[in-house]
């Protein structure tokens, strides 16, 4: 009886379990959102020897209907919180620099993924939201009984790309 056998060699990269928590995002359109989060990544080894050769870094994914407008408004990279306390216990916890600047009111789910060079993946469900922004200006018109009145003036849009414009009559 002839045995036949052979070696596979299988790579493959560890994926922590999902975090549950949904992280939201929040600012009105046309304002500005600059600020630190922190993410816990479970399961880190932060052993002393793994800390000087091992690099994280964060990808997000957005889907495809959202990609264009999320990537000029939304930026998140890792970096050191200028404000958290030095002495943290936690070594498993990623600070991350957010900066959210939209134009428009919007809500896009996407996902980040923090990868550990050496092995190791982790993913967290984003959601950020633009609300509508504050009233631009109220133009009044006003004018006698009977007699007809007018006003001209310019509206001018931030992008190129054709915008709405709402009036409101009272």
Sequence with gaps: ?????SDLQIQGVAEAPADSTVHTFTVQAREVLETYHSLNLIGLDTSPADQDSDTLSCQLEVQPQHQALVS?????SLGTDPNATSSRTDKAQVSLKVNFAPLRPFVAMCKLVITRSSGGRWRFDLKLEATEPEVDDTISIQSPLNKPASVAF?????????????????
């Design 1 to 5: 009886s002839d045995v036949c056998s």
């Design 72 to 76: 000029k408004c939304f930026d998140i």
């Design 154 to 170: 310019r509206l001018s849009n931030h992008t190129s790309v054709y915008s709405e414009f709402e009036d409101r009559k009272s």
